[in-house]
């Protein structure tokens, strides 16, 4: 049944189908990268094929090839019922497997004719590094963006050890507590921590924030506080100015 | 089952007939052969496996396995040859009585132009492979978990392959002596034994030591070591490499490893000069080899090597130099240079007080990076080698040079010929400082003591007297850890793959040798092993870059 | 906390120009298995989302790649791990799809019987959870009441609740056991009582059906262009089904109906799911009836299927056999193949690359929750953000099928 999908295939893009088979009762056909988008568009658009249902797109990593990549996509159409399997063979011989900025393996994406192919190029991006041109939004997806390499390579080991990852800088994010932050009702009433030269030296270098408080939230003046506690501790050491 | 009519000879052409082609064909695909050649051994040429397990292409033939049995057309003219026997019959519930073709081993059968021979497209093939597999595990015993074959057994492979049924005999299986020691090296465990009589052939025909025989008929058939002997000849252990299944095994990989575990390197044999072409076998999960298994190799070594070289595989983690030594300290490599660099000050004024000692055991990557250091840099006339001293040799394989790349240094310095060690301690006092290469040296370490007020800076990989002697001491990769290229006593260069990571601080001898140079202030900038090839060979024919593609230099 | 004992200036005081950033998860109790949604919110709608997934991602596809065929049911159980039969049977259906092999009926109907038992508890588990996060508590308890006679069931048979790793390339692990039948036969009335209590809670609730209709929209057409499957496209209105459009084991003698939906919204998503229990129990019933009491388990071929165990320890040829199939894996024949199967989600992909070797060259798991998670962000656009919570909950994202 899905013969039909091939054979109309073979008639219109007759030099860029490169081989089709039929192994295990599934239809397949290997295609030109560079034809493949308008081969999928052809897919979508023509009432023999009307392929509508996108299913997936994957890649297989053969480093023994010069074109290691082979990009698989599977689709289906509601109204005829027939599958097919699209490859294209990419590769670069060239590309570092560790290289984050390598983008010299490239291939169209789909996700202008089929909007589900949008995560699926973005897991075949983070998992082998094929950039898809036009892609609206090529990120990491299964993997947290400072991760170095592709894993599902065949030359990414699978016991490898990533480095550790720095603190995110995150705007308006404040770093982890300092000594002096944080649950200020119960610190005040240690002794200790007022003669802390490190606490004393983190206050003077606080940055002052923003705070969202209504005018009728706000505590009392500070200067009033710092008279309570000097009360307190008047009887010890004398305290730096703040 | 068809009988094939004898056919008419063609009429004789009026001119002469052309010779012949010289194929034969199995099962339809045409393969050539050579004079003299069987159809199993044709058929290994072209790649295709006729399972077998006597045979051996590098032995005599004793087809007394029966597993080759192929069927082949009757002669011109004549009827084919057919046994009767007995076929069960389904149907009828009872054997009833049917021909078959007689089949011919194909280890024995002489191939002849034509010859049209039916391997697996024969169901009378298939019955016998079948027949004989189930013969011959009728008495094995299931051992399968504790026999170091598993993994690479034949019995296992051929049973998938060719039976997958059970066995019909009801009986308890014969009990023979298991785990009988033949020698110092082999073990033997008569119950796994089929009798193929590799063992026995080899070490009457290759290692000229005929020792091992065949005892008893039928089913208490076993291989004995002849009385009063044991099986210690040098070449024992490959009785062990020939035999298909877990009877003959090594008492030094024995219960060591499973073999799926581990990954092959191609390298080359750092016993002696012979560089027989070698297998190294390691765990990558541990970083160790394990054994070492022979390469075929029809110009060095055919299919042998012998026991010193397949035990010498643990060389390449023993005895190792792993951190940089100076004055017999620990140190860091880039402590070590530093303090080079801060020893050997001045060096270049003095050319011809610097003596460089070349080593026959180390890569001639190595030995080049040395060579050129000294002669384009520093500017140096006068060259040493050095190695291990020499041993037992024989006729078979192995070289009185226990040094694998003798040939290769010697090659390098063919303007300054390099003089041995000794003469380097006869005039020691014309120099201040040696540079050198290994650690292993010819003549006996209390002569060394001459070079104990020298500034001497080695960089080697195992240790040894040069390395203990050394006031700096640098630690370099063993022949496993890095490529490299070794030139043998015919004169072939040949190329040893990486297998293992880098133990230690360890890192390759030639890297150590530029970096050497950069803290003596010369631009020995070679960073990547590529790059030191083509410089080596400068405008020659590129150096083998995988082993397999060796040249004759 | 903001430190109190803080200088405060009038001046200081700065209402946010930027619109708010609020972050849901990843952990949640309201995200199914760890996804992180960052939404941009104007009041409490929300104007911008990102939907991040991949905290559960365990490497399965470079972890199957150093097996053997047969090591690679754990993880395939740990996909969908509310149904993991279903994802046996289909790992199943594929590699036998490659050897070409038939599993004998008995195995046909046995693997139809627990993947159906998975199926139901899929479904109660999502409805009662997304139930529970309205507010709704006891529908939700009452659904894991049901759930767990259903694991009992699954307990008896494969040994395990959850994990059971039961299937086999060939056939099954292990024939039903004595009590499989009466037990199915018990356990289905009163899972039935069950779903008609909690739907008696819940489909006239007024609170529960606001929540629901006209939350989470979508059109068919979008449905199909982002390759949505299962109950949430049936939802909208499309009746896909792989057991009826690419029938496979015995679903092709079994009568069931397959549930559809009109609007595809939150409300025909849960509909969809109720309506399937019932249809899986109908399945059930006829599985119990057809299948046959006596025959083989396991296909025939002794490269592909385990021998027994006496006849391991006693005889050399079932050694060898047990040896090539452990240590060497299934040698099936080269080549690739892609097998689809009704999951709980959806269909349930599977583009496996052999090599002619033991070991799978690459296995690709094409998991339903995958298209259906990556247009949770539109449909949450222009939603407030108590909508995301039964947007969310009624696609039945499962975290380990969603980041295998």
């Known amino acids: 049944m899905s013969i039909v999908v091939i054979d109309a295939l073979k008639q219109r893009f007759a030099g860029a189908i490169l081989e089709t088979h039929a192994q295990f009762g599934d239809d397949t056909a290997v295609v030109d990268p560079d034809k493949w988008f308008e081969i999928s568009r052809f897919l979508r658009t023509d009432s023999r094929c009307a392929m509508n249902m996108f299913v997936d797109i994957t890649a297989v990593d053969y480093p023994d090839r010069e074109q290691r990549f082979e990009i698989v996509m599977h689709l289906r159409s509601l109204e005829r019922g027939h599958r097919v399997r699209l490859k294209a063979r990419i590769g670069d011989p060239f590309g570092e497997a560790d290289d984050d900025d390598d983008d010299t393996v490239q291939i169209d994406s789909v996700t202008p004719i089929w909007q589900g192919a949008n995560w699926f190029e973005r897991e075949v991006f983070d998992m082998f590094g094929v950039v898809f041109r036009g892609h609206p939004d090529l990120r990491r997806i299964l993997m947290y963006p400072e991760f170095k390499g592709f894993p599902l390579r065949k030359d990414y080991p699978a016991n490898k050890i990533q480095p550790l990852i720095e603190f995110r800088k995150v705007q308006e994010k404040l770093p982890p507590f300092g000594p002096d932050e944080g649950m200020s009702f119960g610190r005040q009433t240690h002794e200790y921590h007022r003669d802390d030269p490190q606490m004393i030296e983190a206050r003077a270098k606080k940055p002052k924030s923003k705070v969202l408080l209504a005018p009728s939230q706000q505590k009392a003046p500070a200067s009033q506080q710092k008279a309570a506690v000097t009360q307190q501790k008047a009887p010890s050491t004398p305290q730096k100015e703040s | ?553 | 906390m903001e430190p109190l004992d803080q200088d405060l200036e009038e001046g200081e005081l700065e209402m946010p120009a930027d619109p708010m950033s609020l972050n849901l998860g990843p952990s949640h109790p309201a995200m199914h298995g760890t996804v992180r949604i960052v939404v941009e919110l104007s009041g409490e709608t929300i104007t911008k989302a990102d939907v991040q997934i991949g905290y559960l991602h365990r490497g399965f596809e470079k972890m199957c790649e150093r097996g053997t065929w047969n090591q690679i049911y754990p993880y395939v159980d740990r996909l969908n791990y509310v149904s993991p039969m279903l994802n046996n049977v289909g790992f199943s259906l594929a590699v036998e799809k490659m050897l070409g092999v038939t599993v004998p009926e008995r195995s046909q109907y046995y693997r139809v019987a627990l993947g159906e038992l998975a199926r139901i508890s899929d479904h109660l588990t999502c409805n009662g959870a997304m139930a529970m996060e309205l507010g709704a508590f006891t529908p939700f308890l009452w659904n894991i009441r049901a759930r767990e006679m259903i694991w009992d069931i699954l307990e008896e048979e494969t040994g395990a609740r959850l994990t059971h790793s039961f299937g086999r390339v060939g056939g099954m692990a292990m024939p039903p056991s004595k009590y499989f039948k009466d037990m199915v036969r018990a356990t289905l009335p009163r899972v039935l009582a069950v779903v008609l209590e909690s739907e008696q809670l819940l489909l006239k609730n007024r609170i529960f059906l606001d929540r629901l209709e006209n939350v989470g929209r979508i059109s068919k057409e979008d449905a199909l262009d982002f390759g949505w499957t299962g109950p949430c496209l049936r939802s909208t209105g499309v009746p896909y089904d792989v057991r009826r459009a690419h029938p496979y084991l015995v679903y092709d003698r079994l009568e069931f109906d397959v549930p559809v939906g009109s609007t595809g919204d939150n409300f025909d998503r849960f509909m969809c799911r109720e309506e399937e229990i019932r249809q899986s129990i109908r399945i059930l019933e006829q599985c119990m009836d057809q299948m046959p009491d006596e025959g083989p388990m396991n296909i025939d071929d002794p490269r592909v299927v385990l021998p027994e165990k006496e006849d391991v320890y006693t005889t050399i040829e079932a050694t060898i056999q047990h040896f090539k199939i452990v240590m060497e894996g299934i040698k099936v024949p080269a080549g690739e193949v892609y097998s689809y199967t009704e999951a709980g989600n959806g269909e349930l992909g599977f583009y496996l690359v052999s090599d002619g070797s033991g070991t799978p060259y690459r296995c690709r798991i094409r998991p339903p929750c995958f298209a259906i998670t990556q247009c949770l962000d539109k449909l949450i656009v222009g939603a407030m953000i108590p909508d995301v919570v039964p947007t969310f909950g009624s696609m039945n994202m499962i975290g380990g099928e969603c980041d295998h």
């Open chain 2, 1 to 553: 089952m068809t009988t094939e009519a004898p056919k008419p000879s063609p009429a004789a052409p009026a001119a002469a007939p052309a010779p012949p082609p010289n194929t034969i064909t199995i099962d339809g695909r045409e393969i050539p052969f050579e004079k003299g050649d069987t159809v199993i051994k044709a058929a290994h040429r072209a790649g295709i496996d006729i399972p077998h397990y006597c045979w051996h292409p590098g032995l005599s033939v004793a087809a007394n396995c029966r597993m080759c049995l192929v069927e082949l057309p009757p002669p011109a003219g004549r009827p084919a040859m057919k046994l009767e026997v007995l076929k069960w019959d389904a149907a009828k519930n009872d054997y009833v009585v049917d021909t078959k073709p007689k089949l011919q081993p194909a280890c024995q059968q002489a191939c002849a132009p034509g010859l049209a021979v039916l391997s697996e497209s024969s169901e009378h093939v298939a019955d016998a492979r079948s027949a004989v597999q189930e013969l011959l595990l009728l008495n094995h015993p299931v051992d399968c978990p504790i026999c170091d074959q598993a993994g690479e057994c034949r019995l296992q492979d051929y049973w998938l392959e060719h039976q997958r049924k059970g066995k019909r005999m009801k009986q308890e299986v014969v009990h023979k002596p298991k785990a009988v020691s033949f020698g110092p090296t082999i073990v033997y465990d008569a119950e796994r034994c089929i009798v193929c009589t590799r063992c026995v052939r080899f070490t009457e025909e290759i290692a000229n030591d005929p020792v091992l025989s065949v005892r008893e008929r039928g089913n208490l058939n076993e291989i004995v070591v002849s009385p009063g002997r044991e099986l210690d000849n040098d070449y024992t252990l490959m009785t062990e490499h020939v035999c298909p299944v877990g009877a003959l095994t090594s008492k030094d990989f024995r219960f060591k490893a499973r073999v799926w575990f581990l990954r092959s390197a191609r390298t080359v044999c750092q016993g002696c000069a012979t560089g027989c072409n070698a297998y190294l076998d390691f765990d990558p999960r541990n970083n160790t080899p394990y054994r070492h298994r022979p390469r075929e190799n029809m110009e060095v070594n055919k299919y042998w090597m012998c026991d010193d070289g397949m035990l010498s595989y643990s060389r390449a983690i023993e005895g190792r130099l792993l951190e940089a030594l100076v004055n017999g300290a620990e140190a860091t490599v880039e402590e070590a240079l530093a303090d080079a660099k801060g020893m050997l000050a001045g060096l270049a004024a003095k050319p011809d007080r610097v003596a460089i000692v070349l080593s026959a055991q180390h890569s001639l990557e190595d030995n080049w990076a040395l060579y050129t250091l000294a002669k384009a840099y520093l500017g140096v006339t006068r060259f040493f080698v050095t190695g291990k001293p020499l041993g037992r040799g024989d006729e078979i394989l192995m070289s009185e040079d226990k040094n694998p790349n003798t040939a290769g240094v010697l090659r390098l310095c063919e303007s300054a010929p390099p003089r041995p060690l000794a003469d380097l301690l006869k005039v020691a006092d014309e120099f201040d400082a040696v540079l050198a290469l290994g650690g292993d040296i010819e003549v006996d370490a209390k002569e060394l003591a001459v070079l104990k007020t020298k500034k001497v800076v080695t960089i080697a990989s195992h240790v040894g007297p040069l390395s203990r002697i050394a006031k700096i001491a640098l630690p370099a990769s063993s022949w496993a850890e890095v490529d490299g290229s070794y030139v043998n006593r015919q004169g072939r260069v040949q190329t040893s793959e990486r297998a293992l990571v880098a133990r230690g601080s360890a890192v390759p001898g030639w890297l150590l040798v530029g970096k050497l140079g950069r803290a003596l202030g010369f631009a020995t900038n070679w960073k990547r092993l590529s790059e030191l090839r083509r410089a080596m060979v400068g405008d020659g024919p590129a150096l083998p870059s995988k082993p397999g593609s060796e040249v004759r230099a």
